[in-house]
């Protein structure tokens, strides 16, 4: 385990290497899946690539794949385990976003129909060629 690039400072990656305990439910050779401390509602996980990342951007593909490829199976066991009717995968991702702790995990986060959970997300509207502007220049920067 200790191959993977880490920071001394950094809780997810003591939590990685055994060095702080954490409540895991999963764990492979790129990552580790545990129950978030403070949950949104119980059975609340964090999925965290064991390397040391910052924010998703940062995160190479080949890890952000193998990351990825574990969301279906474990949406499917959080939500059988908890009877929930939904489930929210997000990722804070920079300060701005909500992200307290800098090395990049996903929330898997279980919904119910009668749950307290809200987020009222505001919706800006797009004027004259805004929306085409922004294809154009996210389209510049992925080529
Ligand atoms: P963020 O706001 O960065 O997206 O989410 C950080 C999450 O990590 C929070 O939901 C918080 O409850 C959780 N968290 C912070 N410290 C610990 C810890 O030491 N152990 C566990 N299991 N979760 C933690
Ligand atoms: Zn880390």
Redesign the pocket.
Known sequence: MSDHHHEVAC?FCK?VHGS?P??KVFENEHAVA???????NKG?V?LVPKAHHASLAELPDDLAAETARLVPRLARAIQAATGADGLNL???NGQAA?????HS?W?LIPRFLDDAVNWPWPHADYSGDELNQMQFRIERELS
């Open positions: 809780i939590i702080i954490a409540v545990f129950l978030d401390i403070n949950p949104v609340h964090l997000i990722i804070n909500g992200q307290t702790v800098f995990h929330h």
